[in-house]
């Protein structure tokens, strides 16, 4: 059986796959570039998705370890933070503007996942 600290271990690696990726299309996007100029897309998808199944498994993996099950509300806030962070490889190419805010609005999305998973509010 995978130990409580593996699975965070994967966690946080998970994590850190999904902001690399996004910090990296955020960071060609606010500079001018297009998603189809964009020379490491395919490294930084393929970061990005094994980050989220990372996150994905290992986190429901730590929930079953802690026999916490699914009372909590924070969890479906958590899951929906993922769900969005999922979705925002696509936000920086299809409106620019959004790019520049990108560099924020992501690690406090992360900051915000994490604050739930601590101290589960609700």
Not at 29 to 53: D, I, K, T, Y
């Amino acid at each position: 059986m995978i130990s409580y600290e593996l699975y965070k271990l994967f966690h946080v690696s998970g994590i850190l796959l999904i902001m690399v990726a996004l910090g990296g299309a955020a960071a060609h996007a606010f500079s001018g570039g297009e998603r189809r100029q964009n020379p490491q897309r395919a490294l930084l998808m393929a970061a990005h998705g094994l980050g989220l199944v990372l996150v994905l498994v290992a986190g429901f993996g730590m929930l079953a370890r802690l026999e916490l099950g699914f009372g909590g509300g924070w969890l479906f806030a958590k899951l929906g933070i993922w769900l969005l962070l999922g979705a925002a490889t696509m936000l920086p190419y299809k409106f620019p503007f959004v790019a520049r805010w990108a560099m924020v609005i992501f690690p406090l999305l992360g900051m915000a996942a994490a604050y739930l998973a601590r101290f589960k509010p609700f």
